[in-house]
């Protein structure tokens, strides 16, 4: 490397050595910064280096001096902070839906914004599930198609895998082809779905990313989704998201619950603190929300037992009694 070309990109790399190598636990005086230069093969002086700091803090980076145990410079702020980033490391090691390979992929990246010392401390506390990870590699690849299909507007061709189990009591894979019309993407409950029209129905349907294969963009103009949802000019995905339960479609409607006030954070946490609560009194509130009747909802009523009960409409109530029924059947031979 010519020492012309080395004097012009030193600052860069002084940028890159503390990022690297500093932090508030681990400060690098000008002697260790010399140090580094010269194993890019770059002389350079403590002066220039502490001219060097300066012009890096006036052009805006933030730049502590220490003056502790330890004396010497520290990178303070970078992209992320160090709570982002575990953050950041935890979601992507609990997402289900994002394979092995990418998720030491991602978090090597992640780790990549932190100091060494501080990736070396870090690394001690990750531990990925791998039994629970999917391992289709494509589904990367399939999300940004699926994105550039919604944007512009068009079907998409796909392969939709599911398990089933054969005479020879083995789960085997079944696929089938679909022609879809996508309109949003949904990450619920660790796993990532379209919400799309198949052609053949009239309806919204969700279908699990980590279960397509071969995903294409078609030429064909999408169904627009005013035909097959109450959504006129956009599909508002953030309103749709919190009137589904599990994914389950089903019917929208007026939904009137009763409540134990003990779950009310439970409450708040699946529909929101903008209910609007129409009663409040003898230990128990009653609230309404818009939402579709389906069997997620079922379930999530389901779990708390008696401390939720559906005041309205009749088809939700049946539909509990209904369960309850075959509750009782199943447990009741024992």
Known sequence: MEPRVCSKLKILYIVDILKEYSDEENPLNATEICDYLEKYGIRAERKAIYDDIENLIYYGYDIIKT????SGYFLASREFELPEIYLLTDAVQA???ITPKKTRQLIEKLESMMSKEQARTRENSIYIDYGHKCDNEEIYISIDTLRTAIEQGKKVKLKYRTRQIGDDRKISIKEKELLVSP???IWMEDHYYLVCNNQKYDNLMHLRIDRMKTVTQT???YRHFSEVCNYSERFDTADYASKTFNMYGGELCD???SCNSLILEQVIDRFGDKIHIIGNENGKFNFRVNGMISNGLVGFIM?????IEVVGPKKLRDMIKDKIE?????YKNE
């Open 67 to 70: 003056r502790g145990k330890k």
């Open 255 to 257: 939904i009137e619950l």
């Open 183 to 185: 309109y949003a993407l």
């Open 219 to 221: 030429d064909e103009p």
């Open 303 to 307: 779990q708390f037992c008696g401390d």
């Open 95 to 97: 997402a289900d839906f």
């Open 326 to 330: 075959i509750l009782d059947k199943t």
